[in-house]
């Protein structure tokens, strides 16, 4: 299970770290990542990181603003998020994969609004 938090409201140009925490597994041979849902349009990837070499991708409309990293020993993924944008504004997920096996966690809102 995955439960994602951190979430809220902040002005354009703000910060907002997310977190996300796993709990019955640990996240060692996982690729996690983070996606995010906008209102009106489709669930989109904003970050990964892999489960061997801890190589990560980011979305161009994030690229250079926002930083997703693991704590191995807390089973937890983080998302720090810089220079926040109105359009950064969704519900972001985070997933972690291995195989066959998929858990999102339930959302964190993030709003970006002054």
């Known amino acids: 299970q995955l439960q994602a938090c951190g979430g809220g409201l902040v002005q354009p140009g703000g910060s907002l770290r997310l977190s996300c925490a796993a709990s019955g597994f640990t996240l060692d041979d996982y690729a996690i990542g983070w996606f995010r849902q906008a209102p009106g349009k489709e669930r989109e990837g904003v970050s990964c990181i892999s489960s061997s070499d801890n190589s990560t991708y980011y979305a161009d409309s994030v690229k250079g603003r926002f930083t997703i990293s693991r704590d191995r020993a807390r089973k937890m993924l983080y998302l720090q998020m810089n220079s926040l944008k109105p359009e950064d504004t969704a519900v972001y997920y985070c997933?972690?994969?291995?195989?066959?096996?998929?858990?999102w966690g339930q959302g964190t809102l993030v709003t970006v609004s002054s």
């Open positions: 997933k972690a994969v291995r195989g066959l096996i998929t858990s």
